[in-house]
């Protein structure tokens, strides 16, 4: 009888995010159960550390919900502006990645698409929970971990600070 920890030895705490990334499958409607947007948004995450990506999707909705609030309230430099320029500002590769892909998408969507990613990859790193529990390591290699060569950041960086 194969026990739990021989199951969940290597779990790829990627699995939730490729799941939805591929799922192209339709409902009794024919439309897909996974919109285009999510998939995209689920395949931008996939690589991006555990923590990492929780806490930059957190900062972005709480963001964008501030600055759907100042809106409504007719605030023009509000909290939600002050906070996206922040973070604008700081340039977290994953969080302008995903400002990006959802740069033309009306600000309640995003809102309810951030929501949504922040409920998936809480449930990938509660993950570690469960792999805690099993009395198993916690292994994630990020993408960057895997990278063989320099990156194009890495090399401005070096040049940088060299010169």
């Not at 309640?108 to 409920?119: G, K, R």
């Not at 290699?141 to 990278?147: E, I, V």
């Amino acid at each position: 009888m194969m026990k739990v920890q021989d199951m969940m030895r290597g779990y790829d705490y990627d699995l939730p995010l490729l799941d939805v990334l591929n799922n192209n499958e339709k409902d009794d409607n024919g439309d897909p159960q996974v919109s285009v947007d999510r998939r995209v948004l689920a395949g931008a995450t996939v690589g991006i550390g555990l923590d990492v990506a929780y806490l930059a999707i957190t900062e972005l909705q709480e963001a964008f919900t501030a600055l759907a609030s100042d809106v409504r309230n007719t605030t023009g430099y509000g909290e939600g502006y002050k906070d996206i320029e922040e973070i604008l500002r700081d340039k977290n590769p994953y969080q302008m990645r995903l400002w990006y892909l959802l740069y033309d998408t009306p600000i309640e969507q995003a809102i309810t698409e951030l929501a949504w990613l922040q409920s998936l990859t809480y449930r990938r790193g509660r993950m570690c929970n469960v792999m805690r529990e099993q009395k198993l390591p916690v292994l994630y290699a990020t993408n960057a971990d895997l990278c063989e060569g320099r990156t194009a950041p890495q090399i401005i960086t070096n040049v940088s600070s060299a010169g």
